[in-house]
């Protein structure tokens, strides 16, 4: 069995559920208070023992590779001024991993995404996590137990999963499990993409932007024909890779914010700004004061 050492952050969505503010700024870098979110994914995956990560991007989305690069010239700044806690904050963001880029020339599906992947990636096992889903690590950053899963079930596709309530299914590709679906990681033999009615779904167990993927998935991305909208589906091949490797669903311990979603992005800002240590406390006496005007 081969080590997970790779990870690929698929960021090149055009994120039209965030419009205007995805206009010029992509999704990935609204500030979860002052840390885009792109960072939290870096760092969960650094947590996990991942060094080498590779962010897909597209057209405007400079910033990504801005965020992630040495700014010379600010760090001298704050040094000039005394403030050298943020000039080393900004200079260990630039340390923190080996990050490269590559340009997803049309936004044609996150299966097109992870496509563009092959050339950094090669023919070894990698970790997927999705740029606009956020999830607490308090506990274990989530990628770092799809890969013990990986590692447990000698080399299996490993999809990172919550359970969700019935009226949300529709939103999410839902796994089908192979037996019982009651423990944290069990086999899926299906997945079934946004049941239109919660009796169309084999579980409640949905897929939430975390995956340990085997390398033969670029064979089956090739092979995979465009679906809705002309975008070709991560869903899709990863079903067809069933076959060759078996697939697990781990239920991941960690809360999940999808910062795509306006209201997904609201509850993430007021979950961090509560658990900070500079501003919690104010938030907090804030939000009871709001609740008290009701
Ligand atoms: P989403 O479907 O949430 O992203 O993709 P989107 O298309 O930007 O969203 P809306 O509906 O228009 O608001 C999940 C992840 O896959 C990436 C996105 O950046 C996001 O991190 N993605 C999606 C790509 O990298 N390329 C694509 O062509 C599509």
């Given at each position: 069995?081969?080590?997970?050492?790779?990870?690929?952050?698929?960021?090149?969505?055009?994120?039209?559920?965030?419009?205007?503010?995805?206009?010029?700024?992509?999704?990935?870098?609204?500030?979860?208070?002052?840390?885009?979110?792109?960072?939290?994914?870096?760092?969960?995956?650094?947590?996990?023992?991942?060094?080498?990560?590779?962010?897909?991007?597209?057209?405007?989305?400079?910033?990504?590779?801005?965020?992630?690069?040495?700014?010379?010239?600010?760090?001298?700044?704050?040094?000039?001024?005394?403030?050298?806690?943020?000039?080393?904050?900004?200079?260990?963001?630039?340390?923190?991993?080996?990050?490269?880029?590559?340009?997803?020339?049309?936004?044609?599906?996150?299966?097109?995404?992870?496509?563009?992947?092959?050339?950094?990636?090669?023919?070894?096992?990698?970790?997927?996590?999705?740029?606009?889903?956020?999830?607490?690590?308090?506990?274990?950053?989530?990628?770092?137990?799809?890969?013990?899963?990986?590692?447990?079930?000698?080399?299996?596709?490993?999809?990172?999963?919550?359970?969700?309530?019935?009226?949300?299914?529709?939103?999410?590709?839902?796994?089908?499990?192979?037996?019982?679906?009651?423990?944290?990681?069990?086999?899926?033999?299906?997945?079934?993409?946004?049941?239109?009615?919660?009796?169309?779904?084999?579980?409640?167990?949905?897929?939430?932007?975390?995956?340990?993927?085997?390398?033969?998935?670029?064979?089956?991305?090739?092979?995979?024909?465009?679906?809705?909208?002309?975008?070709?589906?991560?869903?899709?091949?990863?079903?067809?890779?069933?076959?060759?490797?078996?697939?697990?669903?781990?239920?991941f311990t960690g809360t999940r914010y999808d910062i795509g979603d306006k209201f997904g992005y609201v509850k993430a800002i007021i979950d961090y700004a509560l658990k900070r240590?500079?501003?919690?406390?104010?938030?907090?006496?804030?939000?009871?004061?709001?609740?008290?005007?009701?």
């Open positions: 069995m081969q080590k997970i050492t790779k990870a690929v952050i698929p960021a090149a969505g055009l994120g039209t559920r965030f419009l205007p503010a995805t206009k010029a700024l992509p999704k990935e870098m609204l500030p979860i208070v002052d840390i885009p979110n792109i960072q939290y994914i870096v760092e969960e995956a650094v947590k996990a023992g991942i060094k080498d990560i590779l962010i897909i991007i597209s057209g405007a989305k400079e910033t990504i590779e801005d965020h992630f690069d040495v700014n010379a010239e600010l760090e001298m700044r704050l040094r000039a001024s005394g403030k050298d806690e943020q000039a080393d904050q900004i200079r260990a963001i630039a340390d923190m991993a080996n990050i490269v880029y590559i340009r997803q020339k049309e936004p044609k599906g996150l299966g097109h995404a992870v496509l563009s992947a092959k050339p950094f990636v090669g023919n070894e096992p990698f970790a997927v996590l999705l740029g606009d889903d956020l999830i607490t690590d308090d506990i274990k950053p989530a990628i770092g137990e799809l890969i013990e899963a990986y590692e447990e079930t000698n080399g299996g596709t490993i999809l990172g999963c919550k359970r969700v309530p019935q009226n949300l299914l529709k939103k999410y590709g839902v796994v089908k499990p192979v037996g019982e679906s009651n423990s944290t990681m069990f086999q899926v033999n299906d997945m079934v993409e946004k049941p239109k009615d919660p009796s169309l779904a084999p579980s409640d167990v949905a897929v939430l932007g975390r995956y340990v993927l085997p390398g033969s998935i670029f064979h089956y991305l090739e092979n995979t024909k465009p679906g809705v909208g002309g975008e070709i589906q991560l869903t899709d091949a990863i079903k067809a890779s069933m076959e060759t490797n078996p697939c697990y669903a781990k239920v240590d500079d501003i919690g406390e104010q938030v907090k006496s804030y939000i009871k004061e709001l609740a008290n005007q009701d």
